[in-house]
């Protein structure tokens, strides 16, 4: 151990050697506008009094082209942001920590040190304070304070952030079903986001020869699970998830090939959504982005900001003409307690085309507000529906489910707009 970096040049000689190698597509010249059109949308949303989102600011970085004061000036909120929380002991959950950490560093910043507010902080340390004790819940608990989502967040920060971290926890593959359950099926986000944090680890060459057979073991069984959820038309387990299994599949060459995965069918089936509005969510468009551009979260080590181009102009989009006459549609809405049974409630409801499931909830609330009332919180997503008639989900135990009819929705109450007839239900669940 006296001299670790001559473990590191064999392993780099191994990388290079010719394998298999999936390939890393991404956008041509003529697919290009509709990455830039979703790298737009996420400056046009950003928003300097808003609790900023350090996933679009990840994404930005990423990107080839830029528009430098809108990036310069999220740098600065989220600095503001982190600082206040931290101050105020407010809600910084680790995962969140890990994507300020990267956010900050794809935008070469020292997130060791982050001055806002006539305070510095440590945000590094802060996160390996977090994920010490996640590990500790879990070892008490038998389940992390967050989920295993954002301890592959978390690894792979402290990774980038070259911090030894202790994975363990995510090379136990006993429960898979519980650590990447979602609702009842697999969670290919949380997969993607594990196998990159992993291929962090992995890179650095610092794990013991165990260990590093338990990290290529679990690599490639969460590579295999993530390609049993692929489509026919490529797309890996929802269209939201598709970008983050992209930059999974793209660093993980050692444990899948050309056969099992056409890079390009995927990329195309994500691009054709992008018209459709399904990025139009800003934390969506931010997932997806970086794969169109061939990128992985990996690259935010070692960008070249000086050499940054300032080439994305915002170009103010007129308003949308005012629609003088939204017609309106008919729609039910049922609501269940599915774990005890204490209460389910219906109601049919005449709401504008085009609102979405929070105006749905509103409507309701507004109508027969003894019967019916919910609560909301912020998250990166948009507002979640935390309880209804204050029955409210317990993380990692019980949650809101949302429905059409059977059909599980894929977005939330703030970006999912139900059609005329549709029949929302939301159905108290446990994990
Ligand atoms: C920005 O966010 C603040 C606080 O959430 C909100 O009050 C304001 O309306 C937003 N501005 C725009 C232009 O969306
Ligand atoms: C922290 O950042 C400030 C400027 O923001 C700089 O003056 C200082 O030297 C930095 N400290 C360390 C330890 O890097
Ligand atoms: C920072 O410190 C300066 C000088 O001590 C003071 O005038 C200013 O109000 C402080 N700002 C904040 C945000 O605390
Ligand atoms: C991590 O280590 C590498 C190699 O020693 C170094 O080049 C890099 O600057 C370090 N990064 C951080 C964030 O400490
Ligand atoms: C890593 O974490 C596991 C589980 O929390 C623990 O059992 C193990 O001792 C830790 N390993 C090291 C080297 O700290
Ligand atoms: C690709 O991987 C699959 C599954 O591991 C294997 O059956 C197949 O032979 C591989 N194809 C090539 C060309 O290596
Ligand atoms: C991959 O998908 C693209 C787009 O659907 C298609 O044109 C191409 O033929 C496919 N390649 C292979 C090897 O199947
Ligand atoms: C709006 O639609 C209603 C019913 O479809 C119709 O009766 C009314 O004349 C329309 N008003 C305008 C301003 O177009
Ligand atoms: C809603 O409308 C449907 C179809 O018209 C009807 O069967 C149902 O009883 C109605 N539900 C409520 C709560 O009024």
């Not at 590191?8 to 990388?15: D, F, K, R, T, Y």
């Not at 959950?93 to 070469?108: H, I």
């Not at 919910?374 to 209804?388: E, R």
Request: aromatic share 6%; with cysteine.
């Amino acid at each position: 151990m006296a001299h670790p970096g001559l473990l590191v040049i064999p392993l780099l000689i191994s990388l290079s050697l010719p394998g298999l190698h999936s390939e890393r597509c991404q956008v041509n010249e003529d697919q290009k506008p509709l990455e830039i059109r979703l790298l737009e949308l996420m400056i046009g949303s950003y928003n300097a009094t808003a609790t900023p989102n350090p996933s679009t600011l990840i994404a930005l970085r990423l990107a080839r082209e830029h528009n430098l004061e809108t990036e310069r000036s999220m740098v600065k909120r989220l600095k503001d942001d982190a600082v206040k929380r931290v101050q105020t002991s407010a809600d910084f959950s680790s995962g969140l920590v890990a994507l300020y950490v990267m956010a900050l560093q794809a935008s070469c910043e020292d997130p060791r040190n982050v001055s806002a507010l006539n305070t510095t902080i440590d945000l590094v340390q802060l996160l390996e304070e977090k994920y010490h004790q996640e590990l500790v819940n879990i070892d008490e608990q038998q389940q992390p304070l967050t989920n295993y989502y954002q301890l592959g967040l978390d690894i792979m920060a402290l990774c980038l952030q070259n911090v030894t971290v202790n994975v363990s926890i995510v090379l136990d593959t006993t429960c898979a079903d519980k650590k990447y359950g979602h609702g009842k099926g697999f969670s290919v986000d949380t997969a993607a986001v594990v196998v990159l944090g992993l291929t962090c680890v992995k890179k650095r060459g610092t794990l013991t020869s165990e260990e590093t057979v338990a990290v290529a073991d679990t690599l490639r069984s969460l590579v295999q699970k993530i390609l049993q959820e692929k489509k026919s038309d490529g797309v890996i387990g929802n269209i939201y998830s598709t970008g983050l299994a992209m930059q999974a599949l793209f660093v993980s060459g050692d444990y899948c090939n050309s056969s099992q995965w056409n890079c390009t069918q995927t990329l195309e089936t994500a691009l054709n959504a992008i018209p459709e509005g399904a990025f139009d969510n800003p934390m969506a468009a931010s997932q997806v982005t970086p794969s169109l551009g061939g990128r992985t979260y990996l690259e935010v080590k070692g960008l070249d900001c000086a050499n940054d181009q300032d080439n994305l102009p915002i170009i103010s989009t007129p308003a949308p003409p005012p629609v003088s006459n939204l017609s309106e549609i008919t729609v039910s809405l049922t609501v269940v307690d599915g774990v005890k049974n204490t209460f389910s409630y219906s109601i049919n409801l005449t709401v504008p085309e085009g609102c979405y499931f929070l105006d749905v909830l509103n409507e309701a609330q507004r109508l027969q507000p003894d019967k019916f009332s919910f609560t909301v919180k912020d998250s990166l997503w948009g507002p979640y529906l935390v309880s209804i008639n204050g029955l409210a989900a317990v993380n990692n135990e019980a949650y809101w489910q949302l429905k059409n009819g059977d059909i599980p929705l894929d977005q939330g109450i703030g970006s999912y707009k139900p059609a005329n007839g549709a029949k929302l239900v939301a159905i108290f669940t446990s994990l």
